[in-house]
Structure formats: C-alpha cells, structure tokens
C-alpha cells in the first residue's frame, strides 16, 4: 500500500454486529476505522427481528475486541448462559459499542457505490496504488465521497430476501399477492400482527430455523385460536434431518427449536407439503384465498397470509466498480465458497476462516458476516468475529496473526446439503410428519444462523 494511504480510515458498511466488532479490532490494531450504518441506530437489521430470540449464547455473542473497549465504558458484560432476543442484543450489546466508538460511527448513511479512486472496474493502469473512494447518501439528502484505504462490508442480507419461487424468481403471481405475503417471522406478541394472522389459514414456505420459528408460535396462537391452520410447505423430501439436529446440536436452544416444530407437525397443528416447489400463486376457488402452485402441477389447500422464510440472498449492486471474485453459485468469496457449499456438505462443519478466504482481486476490500457467505445457510457471528479479528490483522500488515485460526465452532448436527433435492415418495407428498430437508439460511439476519430467524 503507498505510503500516502497509510492515514486514510477503513470504511466498514453495516452497523450490526460484525461491522461493530470491525471497527473495534481495528482500532486495536491502530487503524481507523468509519462505520456507515443506513439505518438510525446500531443494529438496525437486529432490531427488526428484535422479538425473536437468539440459539447463542451471551458467551457466543460478544467479540472479544469489542468486549475490551466496552469494558473501559465500565460495561457489565450480561451472564454467558442467557439466551438474548435480538432486541436485547441490540440494547444490550450493539448501542453501547456504538457508543464507545463514538464518532467513528455515523447514522443514516447509505453507501451507495465504492471504487477505486480515478478507476473503473475496466482500468488496471495504477490501480493497486489507488485508495478506495465510497460513495454515501445522507439521510437529509445530501451526498458525501470518503477516500479510504480499505472497505470491509458488514452490510448483511436482510434487506434482500429471497423470493417464493423455487427457482430463484419470484413466484407468477407473487408480487400481486404482495399484501398478503411475509417475508419475516412475525411478531404474534404485537396485537396487529397477531390479529392478522389469529383464526386464519397461513402458509409458513421454507425449511429451517426461521420456519422452525414461525411454526411453533403459529402452533401457540392456535391453541388460544383454534380456527388458526397452517400448511408448511417444504421444497425437499421428507427424511431424517427435517427437523434438524435436536438432542444432537451442541446448540442446544437450536436443537429444541426444531423439536418444537415436529412437535407442531406430530399435533397436526401444522400440515406438511414436500417436495413441493412454488411456481405460482392462484387464487381459490372460494375467491377470497390464495393458492401455492407447484411445478408438478400440486396446488395447496387455500390460505389467507403466505409466510416465505426462503433465504436471503446479499446486495452487490453499490459493489459492482470493484473487482470482486464470487462463486457463481452463492455469491460468496470463490475460496471461501467450498467451504460453505450447502450442495456438498453439512453446514455444521465449517471450518474457521479468516482473510486469506475472504480476499479479492481488488487488495483491501473484504466482504464479512452474512454477506461474506452469500446464499449459503447457517452462519454464526462467532464466524464473523473470527472473520474481522484476521481481517483486521491483516490490513494493519500482520499477517502471522491473520493466518492464525483462533476460534473452535461448536458441532451443529443440523443439516445435509441444501442443494439436493430429494424426491419424496409418493406417500410422503404430503405426509403428515416427518424429518429431512434442509437448514436454514439468514440470516439471518445480517446475522445469520445465531437468529431463530434464519432459514432457506
């Protein structure tokens, strides 16, 4: 890197829990950093799911860099053994590291493009020598330019689920059910939402921890409501991993999560549709309710809401004069790509990885947290600390520390690979129970698997 660049900050995109802990490893490695949050507060993302409760520890929740700047805050960390919801963790955690960062953070500023100084992503003459320049919208309108020396994008992928259709399209019909369609867990805690669903016929579409989620409290409303039906529709067959790892998981708030959901399925409070990919969206012949339709020709029992916990996909619109190398199957950093790939393996056996993985042609430019994993499930914010620790490391130029792994994941138990899709028998199409399928994607949730929240 020249020497004129050595003074300039790192911009780190996102607010949320891994941009926090960006900047604060920064810091601690004597870098300055600039956290651009599009939203008003730290944790925007979190707290828009801040009703649903994390299957991570405290323990697993709090980077150990962020830890130390809070602590000289006079910050009591909370017990290791509690389980926050998302609220909390927002409250708790993101707000006073946001603090503690001080003007190192700015609200309402959306990046809305990031280059390299004077170059097109067509240019090579100079390029390496260039600083980044990030381009920002404010939130009263006005637009800021900030030249850096490196860019690490936290911003998630919370803002971009993904669509109904099994194929990755929006399903025929889908933008016109619009109203009646969710693309998050809902709040049954909030009257409103709970009026909308209470004594309704719902379709929850997806197969991990976000439907998990959403199944269980749809279970619990009907029980108060008993008119409340749902159907759960599921792209794969039914098998032995469905509802996840159970006992198994050495997450264990994760493991009794999907045993909720068996049990709302083992009930009949929940009827399941496997093997079952949506194409469209029809009305019913009762001419108030929705239909799912399936390319084999299936259609659903009618609905009155559509709940599509069907993935999140990451946004690389304001990334694209940035030479970037992505796997043309996730989306996420080619190396890093194999070994995450929901297709060949488990996605509880991750191994831990840092910046080496995460590099790019254009040096200094690092996508982290969920965005780093693209369209692959089950990512951990102990992944991400571990993720911008290396990163950090490696921007301060030590790069012993950046290649060292320090971080041990806990065994999931969770899930085959997401990309096969297996044939139910014909007995199992729309069996009444069952296991198999696979996890689920985030995040959540600019975070990912940690959240209750996240499925595929």
Known sequence: MPASNVELPVVVI?????GLAAAAQLLARGLTPRVLEAGPQAGTAVREWGHVRLFSRWAELVDPAAEKLLAAEGWIRPPDDAYPTGAQWAEQYLRPLADALGDAVRFGATVTGVARAGRDRVVDAGRDEQPYVVQVRHADGTEERITAQGVIDASGTWSTPSPLGADGLPAAGEREAAGRISYRIPDLGDPTV????????????????SAFTALAALAQLAQSDPATSTQWVLRRGVGASTFGGGDADQLPARGALGLRAKAAVDSGQARVLAGFRVTAIGRADDGDGLVLVADDGRRSEPVDEIIALTGL?????FLSEVRLDLDARLSAPTTLAPLIDPNVHSCGTVYPHGAAE???PDDRMYLVGMKSYGRAPTFLALTGYEQVRSVAAALAGDHEAAARVELTLPETGVCGGAGVLDEPDAAEAEAPAGGGGCCGAPAVVSLGANLLSVAR
Not at 194 to 209: L, N
Not at 313 to 317: E, H, Q
């Open 14 to 18: 996102g607010a949320g829990p891994v």
């Open 194 to 209: 709970r009026a909308r669903y209470a004594g309704r016929r719902v379709a929850v579409v997806g197969s991990g921890a």
């Open 358 to 360: 995460l590099a790019h």
């Open 313 to 317: 996909r990451p946004d690389l619109s």
